[in-house]
């Protein structure tokens, strides 16, 4: 069966694969432009995102805002989402079976969206989409090939706000995924 954008929005919104559906406010699908080269990945909906149901909104949003103007970037030039589409209750890390749950999900967004680059906000999201033992703190900025991709990750926005020396090295990473975005266009 060939899915759409808005049948994979009309189950996203409907699940209730995992426990997380019966603490969530709003599912969070992802958002952003349909046809964008430039595809974020974060582990999870926060707390704000929860209660809007909208991808990176509140403190998190904004200093990923502020980085995309830093960088020449346009959120309505991008695609963004979660490996999860709820939240998980006090922020914790993604839990194997809600992973699970929700990658089907992540797997349609991404094949409709036919992204050039796929960008990782923070460790969770690298260790499932790009390696098991990857480590932020090493490894941010550095890129993997698979298929058709060119992967990267950088530091999720809330590691920003926990210490904000880690925006100029989110910045330099974003400048280099800027680049390559140039170079795959």
Excluded at 78 to 102: F, Q, S, V, W
Excluded at 105 to 124: D, H, S
């Amino acid at each position: 069966m060939q899915y759409t954008w808005n049948d994979i929005e009309q189950h996203v919104n409907t699940c209730m694969h995992c426990p997380l559906s019966q603490s969530r406010h709003y599912p969070v699908m992802g958002r952003g432009d349909h046809q964008a080269k430039l595809m974020l990945i974060a582990e999870a909906p926060g707390g704000q995102e929860d209660i809007q149901g909208l991808p990176f909104v509140g403190p998190s949003g904004e200093i990923l805002d502020r980085l995309f103007k830093d960088c020449g970037l346009s959120r309505e030039k991008i695609y963004l989402t979660n490996i999860l589409k709820c939240h998980p209750p006090g922020n914790r890390d993604p839990r194997e079976e809600e992973i699970k749950a929700c990658l089907p999900y992540l797997k349609y967004e991404t094949y409709l969206l036919k992204p050039r680059i796929i960008v990782c906000l923070g460790r969770v999201a690298a260790q499932r989409i790009i390696s098991p033992d990857f480590r932020i703190t090493r490894q941010h900025g550095t890129w993997t090939y698979r298929k058709n991709y060119a992967l990267t990750a950088t530091y999720h926005p809330s590691a920003i706000l926990r210490d904000a020396s880690n925006y100029e090295l989110a910045k330099a990473d974003f400048l280099e995924i800027v680049k390559k975005l140039k170079e795959e266009l």
